[in-house]
């Protein structure tokens, strides 16, 4: 499998020996990649790299993560079945969902350290299945943050689970179009809101979790779709699985687009809390995930890897890092930035 380089994670295996421009042997073949290595890739200008792609066995992941890990795969096959179910009969069992969506919850309460944990389900699977248990997961975390009941949290947590049900009528080919689409096509797609809606609907008695499928795609300054709605005219479940629908879909990768890095994406998020997204619900968001972010390791711009020691509380996209033995201030060294956030 070929990647760029700042995609590169410790533990990948080069699959070929690998030179700089200038033809400097960098690694060799079979080099299981550490932190190091992949900074001296960058310092040598090397972009991209082969690398194999093995299974990931259970001790490659910290064991604190194991039962939610297990769960999470659990949920994305359960989606499939859920969502072929959809895509043949127009419904689907309301029963499955909770079978398969309670016990990953379960699980989510004993990690409090969210941003390890979406790090370690940052993976390149079957998109829409993915997608859909990372929105439902993150939707489950925000509604917390934001006070809501346990039963609230696990309705709205359900609503994002389902809002891309809908999809299962739109075709494949446009679904995973590599290349810009055209109006017509772009038209048929976004009926996967209404789509999901009428699914929903025909599957369970739930008018909150059929209306975020509807309106998870409508922003606040009625820019949004189908309905062009605006701020008081959204569900409040539909604001919250909004921003855990764009942040999943900016940080993987899919036929049209790469995926971005940890930081930037919420950077972004933060911006579209200004007008697109609730700016309420978006500030909870980051400012949870902030504390996380001490003691993690990052790629810098330069090329060197650090820590990082301190959030800075007025641009907490600029902490300061400790890098081989001095500290980096990313407030005042402005050229300076970080490139990729490691789980440890």
Known sequence: MRVHVTDLKPGDCLKD?????????????????????????????????????PPQTPASIPRVFHTVTTNFDQSIEGFQSLYLEALSRGSFNRSMVDDILKPLLH???????????????????????????????????IATWLGYSKQECYEISRAGYLLDIGKCRIPTSLLNKPGRLTPEEFQEVKRHTTYG??????????????????????????????????????????????????????????????KQEFISVLRELHNLGFGKLNGKFVQSFIHHLIPNFIGKRVLLSTGDMGIIIMNNPIDVFRPLVQSEGRFIDLDRERQVSIVEIYME
């Open 17 to 53: 020996d690998t030179f700089s421009k200038r033809g400097i042997h960098v690694l060799s073949k079979g080099a299981l990649l550490q932190l190091d290595d992949i900074s001296r890739l960058i310092r040598h200008d090397v972009d991209y790299v082969d690398i194999e792609d």
């Open 107 to 141: 699980s989510l309460d004993q990690h409090k350290d969210t941003v390890s944990l979406l790090l370690l389900l940052d993976r390149d699977d079957e998109y829409t299945y993915n997608h859909s248990l990372q929105v439902g997961m993150l939707t489950y975390y």
């Open 197 to 258: 809606y009428e699914i929903i609907r025909n599957s369970m008695n739930d008018h909150s979790t059929a209306l975020v499928a509807l309106q998870h795609h409508e922003r606040e300054d009625g820019s949004g779709y189908p309905g062009r709605l605006k701020s008081s005219e959204i569900h409040p479940y539909a604001q919250i699985a909004a921003i855990a629908d764009v942040y999943s879909a900016m940080t993987t990768t899919r036929a049209f687009q790469s």
